[in-house]
């Protein structure tokens, strides 16, 4: 059984770079057909897909792709997630996910992590 554990800040200042981080257990992030994702959901919206990364390449929502970046290290089987400039429009609870799917088709995620909230605020 494949599991995620994102980590980090529960609260970033506006301007500031927020940093999380997923931990996966019990499979490889090297581990071929399988993206792996960040998603979000602010209070009272809906999932939005912030991009993935497949077999070393990174993949970007257009909404995000200028403030986003997403990196692994695969030898702590890890991927993380940097979001520049943040306001608190990016105030939300912040899931990791794998699946075979690196565009946002959530129904092809077989594993996410609890969620993390974050709130941008200063």
């Known amino acids: 059984q494949v599991q995620l554990q994102e980590s980090g800040p529960g609260l970033v200042k506006p301007s500031q770079t927020l940093s999380l981080t997923c931990t996966v257990s019990?499979?490889?992030?090297?581990?071929?057909?399988?993206?792996w994702s960040w998603i979000r959901q602010p209070p009272g919206k809906g999932l939005e897909w912030m991009g993935a990364?497949?077999?070393?390449?990174?993949y970007y929502s257009p909404s995000l792709k200028s403030r986003t970046s997403i990196s692994r290290d695969t030898s702590k089987n890890q991927f993380s997630l940097q979001l520049s400039s943040v306001t608190p429009e990016d105030t939300a609870e912040y899931y990791c996910a794998t699946g075979r799917d690196y565009s946002g088709t959530y129904s092809k995620y077989n594993y996410w992590g609890q969620g993390t909230q974050v709130t941008v605020s200063s």
């Open positions: 019990g499979g490889s992030i090297t581990t071929s057909y399988y993206a």
């Open positions: 990364i497949y077999s070393g390449t990174t």
